[in-house]
């Protein structure tokens, strides 16, 4: 009697599997994986660099200080050494440059940040990956109104936040045959404050708590559901074997 | 035993217990609901898997209200923005997500609930044509399923656009614009639904009053009306045959068993929890679904100065959108967007004419002859390139092919905008074909009886 219904469904899988097989990914951005931690100390790290180099033009209002508790951090650090901008542990991540001065000085507003990590995963990569390759893929370009350009996101409004610590990046730009521009980037001409691999790690750690700060509750999600999981499978090997005993004198 | 028999009214044992039941049973219809619905509704005894998706839409209905009505208490269907310059509505569903206690996990699993709602009913639907379940005389069970499907499509769209993202945003702006396509009205009817020229703050507020308490209200009264036309019936079987031809003395039939504890306890409490076991795996460790159940732009707020380069509809609307985008031609003078609209609601609305469609002898797939079996594969197949093609731009090739200069088979056999027109004829074709093949197929005899272990 099962068997039937088995059968078919082995049919149809086999039918409706072949239509995703057939369609591979299109043209391609490329992406660099991002090393993304769960590490508290790694996540402290981005955190500070966060407030200082973001937290200027970017807001981060869904998010309230003392949330960063939640990575190590205790009260009075968060309070002596990470807000700026005046307000206490209960106030949110915001900023003092209004959207329409944002508008006004880069030509767009500067998006919040609180769910980027987020909002920014594709086809091509997470969220993580693309933050990690945009953050490193400044160049100068002498064209654009802040002298930067970015190989991830052409004529970005933003300029190089992090260019003290990574230095000047060049980039070669190639045309072909058919009109379209390759951009490779060149290794930086006037260095900064970081060596390369330094400053790798230092974005890694960015990228790693605006991931964290996209879903903080991610980790604790994770613990509880291996334990619902637990249960409902045991839940189910009591339902079921209940649920025979009523089969039992049916013929 | 159908629900309009009449049961006789319960008699006190004695006890206090027994006293206010009788009391109470004397007064409203308890006892009779209980034995004419639950424990003296006779159901076949040969349901198998298919059987479990019409428990499972109740239960993932049953989430929805509980986890709708909380997210309620929290959510502001305000498109103001905020001085950091994020709309409040937006902003709100993230305070459920970080402030709320527990507030990730209901909104998750009000967002999960959605896309598990369409799974189950689409496979409770595809029971009903494996088996024949809406053949004679299960005919208005089966209208009352479509217009079920018509609301939770109603539901889901509105609901889509209360988190305020870009999705959000975009989605109800590209399917309300295809309504003035319309000839003469259409333009007031697509004001008149959004409350301004464009989807603002007015369609925020009237689709939250929509979404929260019209629909579901029509909705619940709806499947109300499917229960009860189907215990009126009683229901079909994988065998397609009707267990009320053979009763014993007491007038019960031979291949039927009390639907509880038999089906409640017996058969739909353990699929439940394995359907549980998905649900809460989505929930605790893939509540984005790969991007189909929460789509990456959403975490974007709506911004009506920027569209998004890729505009794609959630993975469960994706079928009736390549339908839409199917129609390119102008025929017969009329602009091609009002064929696509046609063509979208036609692709829900020819479900409803399946029981005069089909006019095959045999009603279950296990007796029906080898061209059902084929079209229907073929169906199955064509629903899912819909899908899948829906999710893509109309630019999209098959394995990343980028079509040559000249003439080019490969061009065309590649091309996604092609197997989304080829797909769509077959859909329609398929239903509209249906009353000459299903009356030639060879089908085989049916038994009398239910066949069973």
Request: with cysteine.
């Amino acid at each position: 009697m099962k068997t039937h219904a088995i059968k078919f469904l082995k049919y149809l899988a086999a039918a409706v599997l072949f239509a995703p097989a057939l369609a591979m990914a299109s043209t391609a951005m490329h992406l660099d994986k991002a090393p993304v931690s769960t590490d508290q100390q790694k996540l402290q790290h981005g955190a500070k660099l966060f407030v200082n180099y973001c937290l200027n033009c970017h807001s981060a209002s869904l998010m309230r200080y003392n949330q960063l508790q939640k990575i190590g951090f205790d009260k009075e650090t968060i309070e002596k050494d990470l807000i700026f901008t005046g307000g206490n542990a209960g106030s949110m991540m915001t900023i003092g440059m209004t959207p329409d001065d944002g508008k006004a000085w880069f030509g767009t507003a500067p998006p919040d940040l609180s769910l980027m990590a987020r909002a920014k995963a594709s086809e091509f990569g997470s969220g993580a990956d693309y933050l990690y390759t945009y953050l490193r893929s400044f160049y100068r370009d002498k064209n654009r109104p802040t002298g930067w350009n970015n190989k991830v996101f052409a004529n970005v409004g933003m300029p190089h936040a992090l260019w003290d610590l990574q230095g000047e990046q060049a980039a070669r730009e190639t045309v072909d045959e058919h009109g379209a521009k390759t951009v490779e980037l060149v290794a930086p001409t006037v260095p900064g404050n970081m060596s390369a691999q330094d400053f790798d790690e230092a974005v890694a750690d960015i990228v790693s708590f605006l991931v964290w700060m996209g879903e903080p509750v991610a980790e604790s999600r994770k613990f509880i559901g291996i334990f619902v999981l637990i249960f409902l499978v045991g839940y189910y090997v009591l339902t079921h074997k209940l649920g025979k005993t009523y089969w039992k004198n049916i013929h | 035993m159908a629900a309009n028999s009449s049961f006789p009214k319960y008699q006190s044992d004695g006890t206090l217990l027994g006293n206010a039941l009788e009391w109470f049973d004397a007064r409203f219809p308890l006892t009779s609901l209980w034995k004419a619905h639950l424990s003296e509704y006779y159901a076949p005894k040969n349901f198998n898997f298919w059987y479990f998706f019409g428990s499972m839409a109740i239960v993932v209905l049953i989430i929805q209200f509980v986890t709708g009505i909380f997210l309620v208490m929290h959510y502001q269907p305000n498109a103001n923005l905020t001085p950091s310059g994020l709309p409040i509505a937006f902003e709100s569903v993230e305070y459920i997500m970080r402030e709320v206690p527990g507030g990730w996990f209901i909104r998750y699993m009000h967002s999960t609930g959605a896309s598990f709602f369409f799974i189950v009913v689409y496979l409770h639907m595809f029971r009903g044509m494996l088996y024949g379940s809406y053949r004679k005389p299960r005919e208005l069970i089966w209208i009352f399923g479509v217009l079920i499907f018509l609301c939770l499509m109603a539901i889901a769209f509105m609901g889509y656009l209360l988190p305020w993202g870009q999705m959000s945003y975009w989605g109800a702006q590209v399917i309300l614009s295809f309504f003035s396509a319309i000839p003469v009205v259409g333009e007031d009817i697509s004001t008149l639904i959004r409350g301004d020229y464009v989807v603002a703050g007015a369609t925020l507020n009237r689709f939250f009053a929509l979404h929260v308490c019209a629909v579901p209200l029509a909705l619940l009264g709806l499947v109300v009306a499917h229960i009860l036309a189907l215990h009126e019936v009683g229901s079909n079987n994988p065998d397609g045959v009707e267990i009320k031809k053979f009763k014993d003395e007491k007038g019960i039939p031979l291949d039927g068993v009390p639907f509880h504890p038999q089906y409640t306890i017996g058969h739909d409490l353990p699929a439940n929890v394995i359907m549980l076991i998905f649900f809460f795996a989505v929930i605790f460790f893939w509540p984005e679904g790969g991007g189909y159940f929460l789509e990456y732009n959403n975490f974007l707020p709506a911004d009506p100065m920027t569209t998004p380069a890729h505009l794609a509809p959630v993975w469960y609307f994706t079928a009736f959108y390549s339908m839409l985008r199917a129609m390119t031609w102008n025929f017969f003078w009329i602009d091609a967007k009002i064929w696509g609209v046609i063509s979208m609601f036609a692709g829900v609305l020819i479900l409803a004419f399946l029981p005069w469609l089909d006019r095959s002898p045999a009603k279950s797939i296990r007796y029906r002859g080898p061209i059902f079996k084929v079209l229907l594969a073929f169906f199955v197949v064509s629903f899912a390139m819909l899908c899948y093609l829906g999710t893509k731009g109309t630019e999209y090739h098959f394995f990343g092919y980028t079509p040559t200069e000249g003439f080019n088979p490969l061009n065309i056999l590649l091309s996604g905008s092609f197997h989304t027109k080829f797909w769509t004829f077959y859909y329609f074709l398929f239903f509209l074909t249906m009353p000459y093949w299903s009356k030639i197929d060879k089908c085989k005899p049916v038994p009398e009886r239910v066949t069973f272990k």
